[in-house]
């Protein structure tokens, strides 16, 4: 698979990948959608905290959603390894459409908190399938050598739509409830299942002809273990499943710190947490943006490292901070560097990971480092009850940093880690990818 190499003239071939129509559908469905989502981000804490003025309540539901996802990563890549990926994104678009519909139609006759530690697992884990989708599609959308830049474009964009969301989602939970901006992300699945529905995959976005070849009905057990098997044998893909283990049982609670922070500590409004979290998207935005150029420049070990490191400095100082500008700014601050790391990491999975692989390899990935990011979030919120925002802010930025620092003792300081070739004992990428491999490029993750 063909990669950066240090003298590709960018600029040139973002206005190529603009000019896509297929890649420009499935861009318009995937910001479409993240406008819906940035309303469920506000509404659904909100909801919580209305009913039960509980920061801890709040905690323990994105816990339970959070568990959900875990359970269903394991069946995740199976499943979108062996189905026509741009039908399930559909699938799962409209089984979410239904589910986030169910609330808005109970809450009109009442608070029923109980619906929500149903239809919000169950989202997620629908959630969790696409996402794995989502990520073994790109490659059937774009050339090799511009999955940084698809993925940074996607993101950016997507966050983009995050800054109108989050503001809007404000209004309309202060004007009508919370209950009614959930309705709006319901709609948004409705319309990017319409979207995906016209978009024409170049790659392969039906189970590839390797996967054919294959021992295909094995156990979910085996079939797991495959992908847990090249993240092992993969040096950096291994260290940074572990590192990102840390790092989202730290972070994952973060949404309900900073809203219960807003409201409670700072007595702010329901519009004051709207604003945080779209000026938060701009930082998203930012480092989507720039996330290939600074790839591009420096290398993966020392931006993976350095976004991890910033995002611990901001998430420490977040629980502190006295006003909502300051609020803002620190997340900002924390989500572009999450997008930038994070971006880093999902495109050199996708690009060391053989097609009929990628879903299995996603899917292990994002089990194994999410598993305990759902106790983290309880724990998070209960202690931020019990002991202030402040305090479990800075003990937890304090151990983000940390994981950036130990990052340096591992294979993920590599500037070019992709170059290494095919994992030792694994399987060699066939198609358009292999003869890359086979020369050494590859990516970061």
Known sequence: MPQLTGDEPLPGRARALWR????????????????GDSFALIALPLLVLHATGSVAQMGLLTGAAGAAAVVAGVFAGVVVDRLDRRKLLIACDLVRLVLYALIPLVWAFGPQIWLLYVVLPLAEAVGMLFSVTYVTVVRALVPGDRITEANGRLNATAAAAGVVGPLLAGVVAAWVGPAAAVAVDAVSFGVSAVCLSFVRFKGRAEPSGDAAREPRRESIGKEFAAGVSFLRRHPVLRSLTVLLSVFSFLTLGLNDLIIYHLKHDLGQGDG??????????LGTVVGALLVARIRHRLGFGATWISGVAVCGLALAAIGSAGSVAGIAALTAAFLGCVSVS???????????TPDHLLGRVTSAFWTIHYSAAPIGAAVLTWAAQRYGTGSVCLVAGACCLLTGVLALFTPVRARRPEQAGPVAGGPVPSGPGQESARSGSCRDD
């Open 20 to 35: 896509d129509r297929d890649f420009d559908v499935f861009w318009a469905a995937q910001t479409l959608s993240v406008v």
């Open 272 to 281: 004051a947490v709207g604003t945080v979290f779209a000026v938060g998207a």
């Open 342 to 352: 994070g971006t880093c990491s999902m495109s050199l999975r996708q690009e060391v």
